[in-house]
């Protein structure tokens, strides 16, 4: 079953702009990851926030996450036409001695507008 | 980083035809794999787990007869639509893990049109 849901489902923003995505979730967790997915690819891991940690940057990405609220952000700064794509959130309560899968969210769809 | 192989990256085939994806682990040992199914502007919703000379778990609504998977070796899965039929129609993702890195790594899809 979805756990991750995004909001917005799509949004579109002029280049250099920033894009935020939201993300919330229904059970505890051991982390969230946040993946690009480029129209027709696979999904690419852009980051990982675990559940001790309140933010996350890696270069023009910055994520939070609130557990508390069981919810997370991600935000594009100076946004480019390149960052166009799906973006996804995916929770693991994996601890380690497991081996379950992620569970993903239904995505975001960014469009950067040049 | 890690890198996915899967192939193919398209496939159309006639009904009632079987049809096998390959996803291999190029500079890892991927200890377990995953195959997720998408549709059109939809998520990804987790087919099965595979985990190397084991049998595959399955989730819940998945006929374990339709997806046959095998994870014969380390650096290779395979999951065959047997039968296919056009609701089968798909992307169709594998993933794999490797000891205890949280990460996931995707090959690059398999778009399965049933004709």
């Known amino acids: 079953s979805q756990q991750g849901e995004e909001d917005p489902q799509a949004l579109s923003i002029q280049e250099g702009e920033n894009a935020t995505m939201n993300c919330s979730y229904k059970?505890?967790?051991?982390?969230l990851q946040w993946y690009r997915q480029n129209s027709g690819r696979g999904l690419v891991h852009l980051i990982l926030i675990r559940s001790n940690e309140r933010e996350k940057h890696s270069g023009r990405l910055r994520v939070t996450l609130d557990t508390s609220k069981k919810s997370s952000s991600l935000l594009i700064t100076a946004s480019r036409a390149a960052d166009t794509a799906s973006y996804f959130c995916?929770?693991?309560?994996?601890?380690?001695?497991?081996?379950?899968?992620?569970?993903f969210g239904k995505g975001t769809h960014l469009i950067i507008q040049p | 980083g890690a890198v996915v192989s899967q192939h193919p990256s398209r496939v159309i085939c006639k009904s009632g035809t079987s049809v096998k994806i390959e996803c291999r682990s190029l500079?890892?040992?991927?200890?377990?794999m995953f195959w997720y199914r998408q549709f059109p502007k939809q998520s990804l919703m987790l087919m099965a787990t595979?985990?190397?000379?084991?049998?595959?778990?399955?989730e819940q609504g998945v006929e374990k007869d339709k997806f046959l998977i095998n994870h014969a070796s380390l650096t290779l899965s395979t999951l065959t639509v047997t039968s296919a039929h056009p609701e089968d129609s798909s992307f169709y993702i594998c993933s794999a893990r490797y000891a205890t890195n949280e990460k996931l790594f995707f090959g690059s899809g398999t778009q399965l049109s049933v004709l």
């Open positions: 059970t505890s967790i051991n982390n």
């Open positions: 595979s985990n190397e000379g084991s049998k595959a778990t399955y």
């Open positions: 500079d890892f040992q991927a200890t377990t």
């Open positions: 995916a929770t693991d309560a994996w601890s380690g001695g497991g081996a379950d899968g992620l569970t």
